[in-house]
């Protein structure tokens, strides 16, 4: 019951098409490299020590200012995964602790390590599993909103039932007063958007449909990342993961920070970009 | 000429104030089973029961089921149950499931079971038919939607080789795992039950019937797309080295035979009012974008005619609904509701087998809002002038059943004498 894309790409038209290299400011560099029995498709810009940034179950068509003004410190790595954007998928890759260890595995490729790390939503979930895999891969890790865990109140929110454009806006508690909300959300996405949208969601769909986007092994895991500094930064309005898994999270690393932001749904580095940027330039100075 | 009978078995009730009829808004998936009156769908099942049996007394070659989930468009919702009922209470006529929907079953050993017994209590009469489902088929039963054309290819392989291997054996698959199957049961026809496939949306099924050269059923598509896509299963054959015919393809639609034209044309708009497929043409209902876009049920990049006129961006929604979504008068004039007497319907009949040359058919009727005086008027003018006017019809255009000619070889199967 699906429709094909009018604009899908000759070449492999279940990948996302190239993003238009003006998505990314001026020097930064996007590649595709062979790692690990995929091409990985890789954006590097910025200065300064290395910061992995693993992006959520939507994906992003470009930098967001959270990217920007976080390159003039860090040089940020932004991997699409497997499945995502460009990046081939690998199709043993079924579930997220596969696509955890096949990360692990890439990391080595790409000599990235220890590197510091923000994870958003499903990113988060993912960094959250490598970091319990193999806790020493890191220096410090940011879980900003992730998945990964039931929460104890409420459910996360079934992406699947509501088109993308209905589970990115309920991912902001106030997208109107948003600045970034309408490039993440354009009411008329161009259909390369719109393609990235729903190859994103395909594979999110092979991660998580079920356990719906946990896995409910993981907060035992978590104890492995006792030496790892870790943050947890949550929106008390998040309307995707319930804020009540917030605690799980915290309660599951020992000695980790939890910050909850007032006023803030699903995408504090976007909703809330200030304060996101202060406590990240912060926790990992 | 195979000619079968079939009704969604929709859930009836002008009471719920729901379902079209009284203009209020449903869209798919918002309808809670908090209305649903038990004793109501105990009389309904019973009818549609009953129908079945008055369509094999009026010569219907085929009695076909299908199945859906969580809707009150279909109530069919174990198929195999109404299945192992005419199984015993009817004698000759083909009980044809179109289908199972295999990608659903984590456990598809349950269907090597189920669909053996039905085929022995039959005596031989099970025509099995698999299906991929639509989105609400996934949701109800929490299956993947990505992997649903993988579950659905190796399901198929386990079922045929438990049907035709002698147990125990293992099955190490990708999506399905067995240490002993071995179970006590063993379909009643050899090698085993037809295997048939219908689809509306996907290239990749319709190829894959090709491949196996199973017979590949339309189901209410409309004419020119269905021709187009038969035309891909015939060239698909010529290249695997094989002949397809008429044998080897389908078509079901709307067909309503009433005494008056009058009556005819009233009761046949009841198809497109009460509780009929919501995401099929012209109801009332609201189709639920995201239920028809779930990610990866179907390949974005090859699927049929006939829904390729449906390209838009799928983010914010579109899909099937603007396609499909089309008025009562609209169908009768592109024959996908073919409504009138017999005098008037079997011209009508006639140019649609000539144009696109199935040679099984399946009249869709007794569906939307139409009652059991309904469905059993035309029931019966059907087994009076229809079914035997057509069979006449398909000698004359030459278009044999997969009962007649082997969709397999091409070869003609011998008849038992009359």
Redesign the interface.
């Known amino acids: 019951?699906?429709?094909?894309?009018?604009t899908?790409p000759s070449t492999n038209?279940?990948t996302a098409p190239d993003t238009a290299p003006s998505l990314w400011p001026a020097g930064w560099v996007e590649e595709t490299l062979p790692v690990a029995g995929t091409g990985l498709q890789l954006v590097k810009g910025g200065s300064g020590e290395p910061l992995l940034i693993l992006h959520d179950e939507i994906a992003h068509p470009g930098a967001l200012r959270f990217h920007r003004e976080l390159a003039e410190h860090y040089t940020l790595y932004i991997p699409f995964h497997p499945g995502f954007g460009r990046t081939e998928r690998l199709d043993w890759v079924m579930n997220m602790r596969d696509l955890a260890g096949w990360y692990l595995m890439a990391l080595d490729e790409l000599d990235l390590g220890p590197v510091n790390v923000i994870g958003c939503s499903l990113g988060g979930w993912l960094a959250a599993e490598m970091a319990s895999m193999s806790p020493r891969q890191f220096k410090k890790l940011a879980l900003v909103a992730p998945m990964g865990i039931k929460p104890p109140e409420g459910y996360i929110y079934d992406m699947?039932?509501?088109?993308?454009?209905?589970f990115i806006t309920t991912a902001f508690l106030d997208p109107e007063s948003t600045p970034e909300f309408g490039e993440l959300c354009p009411e008329?996405?161009e259909?390369e958007?719109?393609l990235i949208?729903?190859v994103a969601?395909?594979?999110?769909?092979?991660l998580g449909?079920?356990p719906y986007m946990y896995y409910p092994g993981l907060p035992h895991l978590l104890e492995r990342l006792n030496k790892l500094p870790t943050m947890v930064v949550w929106g008390r309005e998040d309307g995707i993961v319930p804020v009540s898994a917030a605690q799980v999270y915290h309660e599951s690393i020992p000695g980790s920070r939890l910050e909850i932001l007032d006023n803030c749904g699903h995408l504090p580095q976007v909703e809330k970009a200030d304060e996101f940027i202060a406590l990240a330039r912060q926790f990992f100075a | 000429m195979f000619i079968g009978y079939f009704t969604e078995r929709p859930y009836q009730d002008p009471g719920s104030g729901y379902f079209g009829a009284t203009g209020k808004p449903i869209m798919d998936?918002t309808v809670s089973n908090e209305i649903y009156d038990p004793k109501l769908g105990s009389e309904l099942y019973n009818r549609y029961l009953d129908e079945k049996l008055y369509a094999e007394e009026m010569g219907f070659d085929g009695l076909m089921l299908n199945e859906h989930h969580g809707t009150p468009f279909c109530m069919g919702g174990a198929m195999n149950v109404e299945a192992s009922i005419l199984a015993r209470m009817t004698n000759r006529a083909k009980i044809v499931l179109l289908g199972n929907i295999l990608p659903i079953w984590d456990d598809p050993l349950w269907l090597v079971e189920q669909l053996s017994m039905i085929d022995m209590i039959s005596r031989g009469r099970l025509v099995s038919g698999w299906v991929r489902g639509?989105?609400r088929e996934s949701?109800a039963h929490?299956s993947?939607?990505?992997?649903n054309w993988e579950r659905f290819q190796e399901a198929h392989e386990f079922i045929v080789k438990a049907w035709t291997t002698p147990g125990p054996f293992r099955w190490e698959g990708k999506h399905f795992q067995y240490r002993h199957v071995n179970p006590w049961v063993r379909p009643y026809q050899e090698p085993h039950p037809p295997i048939w496939l219908p689809g509306v949306?996907s290239r990749d099924s319709l190829m894959w019937a090709a491949e196996k050269r199973i017979p590949y059923i339309m189901l209410a598509t409309e004419m020119e797309p269905t021709k187009q896509a038969f035309q891909l299963y015939h060239d698909t054959a010529a290249e695997l080295g094989y002949e397809s015919g008429s044998q080897n393809i389908g078509y079901l639609w709307k067909v309503h035979v009433d005494e008056t034209e009058e009556l005819a044309e009233q009761t046949a708009r009841k198809y497109v009012q009460g509780p009929s497929n919501p995401?099929l043409a012209g109801n009332e209902g609201t189709v639920n974008?995201?239920?028809?876009?779930?990610?990866?049920?179907?390949?974005?990049?090859?699927?049929l005619p006939t829904?390729?006129v449906?390209?838009?961006?799928?983010?914010?929604?579109?899909?099937?609904a603007g396609v499909l979504g089309r008025p009562y008068e609209q169908q009768i004039e592109d024959y996908t509701i073919i409504a009138g007497t017999p005098k008037t319907v079997l011209p009508k009949i006639r140019h649609v087998l000539e144009y696109i040359r199935p040679g099984s058919i399946f009249f869709w009727d007794g569906d939307g809002a139409m009652t059991h005086d309904d469905s059993m008027r035309s029931l019966r003018l059907m087994g009076e002038e229809i079914i035997p006017a057509v069979k006449e019809m398909a000698k004359e255009l030459e278009l044999p059943g997969p009962f007649e000619v082997d969709p397999a070889t091409g070869k003609d199967i011998p008849q038992a004498a009359d």
């Open positions: 019951m699906t429709a094909a894309s009018p899908a038209p279940d699947f039932l509501q088109v993308a454009r209905e008329a996405p259909p958007h719109a949208w729903e969601r395909e594979e999110a769909c092979r449909w079920k | 998936l639509t989105g949701v929490n993947p939607p990505p992997y949306v995401f974008p995201a239920l028809v876009n779930l990610p990866g049920l179907t390949s974005r990049s090859r699927v829904q390729s449906a390209t838009r961006a799928r983010g914010g929604g579109g899909g099937v």
